[in-house]
């Protein structure tokens, strides 16, 4: 169950990334492999390293109502953008909507596929 967990979130991620890809003209993933590191790479840090600065920014996530966490979120895209080959981002806005569009893609995804706490998985 939890190989399935992570297989379906490494392709909720990647398919995250297709959209932001497809979304943006300033992000650029050139083919499949930059997909699947990308994804690989986003799910792992959203898994293992945000969990472990949001506990160390914990008083800047409070002093600033949780707008913190949302640098954090940028900061695991481009950690991504980083590691995969043939995958940029350009420009500081780009970042910022490519950040939403891979949360709210992950979002109806992980509903879709039950990943969620509070969702039920589709039928």
Excluded: C, H, Q
């Amino acid at each position: 169950a939890l190989i399935a967990f992570f297989a379906l979130a490494w392709l909720a991620n990647a398919l995250s990334l297709t959209a932001t890809d497809w979304i943006f003209g300033s992000v650029d993933i050139d083919g499949v492999w930059p997909l699947v590191i990308g994804g690989a790479v986003l799910g792992i840090a959203n898994s293992i390293v945000k969990p472990i600065l949001t506990l160390l920014t914990l008083p800047l996530v409070i002093l600033t109502l949780g707008l913190a966490l949302f640098a954090i979120n940028v900061a695991m895209l481009a950690l991504a953008e980083w590691v995969a080959p043939d995958f940029s981002i350009d420009g500081f806005w780009t970042y910022i909507g490519a950040t939403i569009v891979v949360w709210l893609v992950n979002y109806i995804l992980y509903g879709l596929f039950g990943l969620r706490k509070d969702a039920e998985p589709a039928r």
